[in-house]
């Protein structure tokens, strides 16, 4: 246990579904985010939310949605997907960027 | 604005053997530096951290890092390989941005095959 705790593990989706992917973390961190990681390619940051508001947005195209519910709960909506979006979804939570972040186990998610 | 490469996207050791994983950053202003570790079908785990203390950072699982201003690096080493070693790790640096925010970028990663 990490202390940060995805779900699912694993999901498989149609390109016309609609899925959440969730992140919870209980270590009283400030910031949580959320990481595309491919095959073969560096991670890719796509959202940052600290003390609950966005604050950061990498061109991520609008099939991704992100909500913050609360400090410790950071959830990925996502709808009419692409092949291209099979990734592994990590999400991290920290304190604050010099203390290193806290990773999830991820969520591998097939578009099929 | 900062930046980090890791060189070598594979690494073969035998076990028993040192390894040194290779991380050179740049970065306009002193930075943080981390260590990531992955294992298969997992998220990543911090290993070790530099944040202007010592330059020499101990980390978990017997592995250290050293911080070189002069030659922008902080390579990764331990002593000696061990099979469960075998996974992929992430140099990662994290700097100030202008707005005052910390601007975290991690390298491409370096897969670490330890041979029997």
């Known amino acids: 246990e990490t202390g940060v705790t995805q779900t699912p593990r694993h999901l498989v989706m149609g390109m016309t579904n609609k899925k959440s992917l969730k992140c919870e973390q209980h270590l009283g961190h400030n910031a949580m985010y959320w990481y595309k990681q491919s095959a073969k390619k560096p991670l890719e940051l796509m959202f940052v939310?600290?003390?609950?508001?966005?604050?950061e947005n990498n061109s991520v195209p609008s099939r991704f949605s992100p909500e913050c519910p609360n400090s410790s709960h950071l959830f990925l909506h996502l709808h009419t997907l692409q092949p291209e979006d099979s990734a592994l979804y990590l999400c991290?939570?920290?304190?604050?960027?010099?203390?290193?972040?806290?990773f999830g186990s991820g969520t591998r998610l097939t578009v099929v | 604005a900062q930046s980090v490469t890791q060189l070598g996207s594979h690494v073969s050791v035998s076990e028993g053997a040192l390894v040194l994983l290779r991380c050179n950053y740049s970065?306009?202003?002193?930075?943080?530096l981390f260590w990531y570790v992955q294992y298969p079908n997992q998220g990543l785990q911090l290993l070790l951290k530099?944040?202007?203390?010592?330059?020499l950072v101990k980390g978990i699982n017997g592995f250290e890092a050293e911080f070189k201003k002069s030659e922008t690096s902080f390579h990764l080493t331990k002593p000696s390989a061990h099979m469960s070693d075998a996974a992929e790790y992430f140099c990662?640096?994290?700097?100030?941005?202008?707005?005052?925010?910390?601007?975290?970028?991690f390298g491409t990663g370096t897969r670490l095959k330890v041979l029997a």
């Open positions: 970065s306009s202003v002193p930075p943080y």
């Open positions: 530099y944040t202007s203390a010592a330059t």
């Open positions: 990662a640096v994290s700097a100030p941005t202008a707005s005052g925010t910390y601007k975290y970028i």
């Open positions: 991290a939570s920290s304190q604050s960027s010099n203390y290193g972040y806290t």
């Open positions: 939310y600290s003390l609950e508001e966005r604050v």
